[in-house]
């Protein structure tokens, strides 16, 4: 599970401007009178020559705003101007009029994460044709120059199967929780999911019953997680993929009798989810740190309107203190492995800790 990117800056650093900060910057253009709802901005004394604006899945959601405080820290270490513009529900069609206004700014780079993988595309590629670069963060669309993905996508249906069967080593009804049903970053990694647990032997004896979704909404997902042992009263492990679906189903499984009986691993915050380490409802989940994300989108994007790269294979572009970062196949950047957390090395992270 390594890459062959070069990383300087070591895992487990402390963010040094986190959610808090990218909240007041919300506050803060609310109160000067933004024309765009659910907006911020930093670095107006910056360069003019490269704005880059980032538009999360959805802006309550605390993974985006670690993602987008890596975002943050890095314009202002490059001199660009940012700005963070996006809904509140996780949907695309959300998206598509905050693409719209961005276009007509001039923005130099949209940065986004799709919630869907084609319809985007229309807008976007007028945003492209009026000169933007386009480039895809956390979950992909078939319309942009790179995608920044933190992880190899297999990998991340790899390490949640593993945790499973290390808990489940005799087999029984497993379930997916994800986020909304057209992420196309959930559906990635639950179709390599689906695909291994075809091929590998090892897996043979999970049997995956059924995939709801909680829409990266929490109480929705945790009325799904409710759902499912209601339908499914032998189930014997859920995974989510998702930090808000790991959270609302932790929660859940905590108060309730299947706590410490219904296996959950899936994608999490670790602060969010060293309540349920510690009390036992969960053994092991697994992420990324956040932050890397938005930092390397910084990077790509300015190497981008500088014209050193255009985003095809074997290109390749400074990332500040995450090194120098790769173009591989299909214009991915992947920017580091999945981290495992367990009741061993939960305290030592600490990503989400300003949220
Ligand atoms: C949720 C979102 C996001 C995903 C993380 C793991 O916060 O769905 O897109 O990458 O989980």
Not at 108 to 123: E, G, Q, T
Not at 186 to 204: G, P, R
Not at 236 to 259: C, E, F, H, M, N
Not at 342 to 347: E, L, P, S
Request: aromatic share 6%; proline share 4%.
């Amino acid at each position: 599970m390594q890459n062959s990117n070069t990383r300087r800056r070591p895992r487990t650093a402390v963010l040094g401007l986190g959610a808090t900060a990218v909240s007041l910057a919300l506050a803060l253009t609310a109160c000067s009178g933004s024309s765009t709802p659910g907006s911020s901005s930093s670095g107006s004394a910056a360069s003019k020559d490269f704005s880059i604006a980032f538009i999360p899945k959805q802006l309550n959601n605390p993974y985006t705003d670690v993602e987008l405080s890596g975002g943050t820290s890095a314009a202002k270490a490059v001199g660009a101007t940012s700005s963070i513009v996006g809904p509140n529900d996780a949907s695309a069609s959300s998206q598509v009029s905050y693409i719209n206004t961005l276009t007509q700014k001039r923005v130099k780079v949209i940065a986004i994460a799709a919630n869907d993988p084609n319809a985007v595309c229309s807008s976007l590629n007028q945003a492209k044709a009026a000169g933007a670069k386009i480039i895809t963060f956390d979950s992909d669309a078939n319309c942009r120059s790179i995608f920044i993905n933190q992880v190899e996508s297999k990998d991340v249906a790899l390490v949640e199967l593993k945790q499973l069967h290390e808990q489940l080593p005799d087999g029984g009804q497993i379930a997916i929780l994800s986020a909304t049903a057209n992420a196309t970053n959930q559906n990635t990694w639950i179709q390599f999911m689906k695909d291994e647990l075809k091929s590998n032997a090892d897996y043979k004896n999970l049997d995956l019953v059924t995939t709801v979704y909680g829409d990266d909404d929490d109480t929705k997902s945790f009325q799904a997680a409710q759902g499912l042992l209601k339908s499914y009263p032998n189930l014997k492990g859920i995974i989510s993929p998702t930090t808000v679906g790991i959270a609302a189903t932790a929660r859940y499984l905590s108060k309730s009798q299947y706590k410490g009986k219904v296996a959950l691993v899936g994608l999490g915050l670790p602060k969010q989810m060293r309540a349920y380490i510690k009390d036992g409802t969960v053994k092991g989940f697994a992420l990324w740190d956040p932050s890397q994300i938005g930092e390397a989108a910084v990077y790509a994007g300015k190497a981008l309107v500088a014209g050193t790269i255009t985003g095809k294979e074997g290109d390749s572009f400074d990332a500040g203190d995450l090194g120098t970062l790769k173009v591989g196949a299909k214009g991915t950047v992947i920017v580091g492995p999945p981290i495992e957390f367990t009741a061993d090395n939960i305290d030592k992270y600490h990503f989400d800790d300003n949220l």
